[in-house]
């Protein structure tokens, strides 16, 4: 079912530009935001499989420290959004659905940790949509 929803969500950041949240210039995996308000999704593509993953947001993005394969892309202060996990094909979605601190024009990033590899990394930034 994830996977269904996040080819859903791609497919429709394809299709309607409107929908989709700005990216930003930070490097990393694939983030992208759908939808607006409490409808919103935020999906990140290209993790590593059963990655754990912590979407962190803020009101400005910044290019900042590098760590692991990933770099901080959310200014401070950051506050931690959700907690996810990748499915089999490296996917993770996130609805936003009544979480506090979520507004248009957050920045949002997902910061992750291979269970197997112990390796670190992170997607690139997203500004939520409507700000």
């Known amino acids: 079912m994830p ?3 996040s080819i859903f969500a ?11 949240a700005a990216g930003g210039s ?18 990140a593509v290209g993790l590593p499989p059963r ?6 947001g803020g009101s400005q993005g910044e290019l900042g420290p590098a ?25 993770a979605v996130v609805r936003l659905e009544g979480r506090p601190g979520i507004h ?6 997902l910061v992750w940790r291979d269970r197997l590899s112990g390796m670190t990394g992170s997607t690139g930034s997203a500004r939520m949509p409507g700000g």
């Open 26 to 43: 930070c490097p990393g995996t694939p983030l992208v935001c759908v939808g607006s308000g409490t409808q919103t999704l935020v999906v």
């Open 104 to 109: 248009a024009g957050t920045v949002v990033q």
């Open 3 to 5: 996977r269904r929803i």
């Open 67 to 91: 760590f692991g394969s990933g770099r901080w892309c959310v200014a401070d202060p950051r506050m931690r959004l959700a907690s996810t996990c990748a499915d089999s094909e490296g996917t």
């Open 10 to 20: 791609l497919t429709l950041v394809v299709a309607s530009p409107t929908l989709r």
């Open 51 to 56: 990655a754990l993953g912590v979407l962190v």
